[in-house]
């Protein structure tokens, strides 16, 4: 069995920052596992925010390069999504993804809400 459990999100003005974190526990294996953050805003599809592979390469949306920043301690099964400038359109519910090679397997985070507003 396999959980994640996502924290961190909350309510921020615009221009700020916030970061979140995601702790995988369970029989998963950090060298095996692509982690990455969606995010789903309401009436929207979920979509892709960042992804990070075990040795540390990054994938990220045109939408926030340059702003958020993925990263994970393989040590602790956890990855983080650091995320700056902060705009209204990043407001979602934002989840984490572990998405594990050998077996193939997809797990998710139950989600944590990110509001920018002023």
């Known amino acids: 069995q396999v959980q994640l459990v996502e924290s961190g999100g909350g309510s921020v003005q615009p221009g700020g920052s916030l970061r979140l974190s995601c702790a995988a526990s369970?029989?998963?294996?950090?060298?095996?596992?692509?982690m990455g953050w969606y995010r789903q805003a309401p009436g929207k599809q979920r979509e892709l925010v960042a992804t990070i592979l075990s040795g540390g390469r990054t994938n990220y949306a045109d939408s926030v390069k340059n702003r958020f920043t993925i990263s994970r301690d393989n040590g602790k099964n956890t990855a983080y999504l650091q995320m700056n400038s902060l705009e209204p359109e990043d407001t979602a519910v934002y989840y984490c993804?572990?998405?594990?090679?050998?077996?193939?397997?997809?797990?998710w985070g139950q989600g944590t809400q990110v509001t920018v507003s002023s």
């Open positions: 993804n572990a998405k594990q090679i050998t077996p193939a397997r997809d797990y």
């Open positions: 369970g029989s998963i294996s950090a060298i095996n596992v692509k």
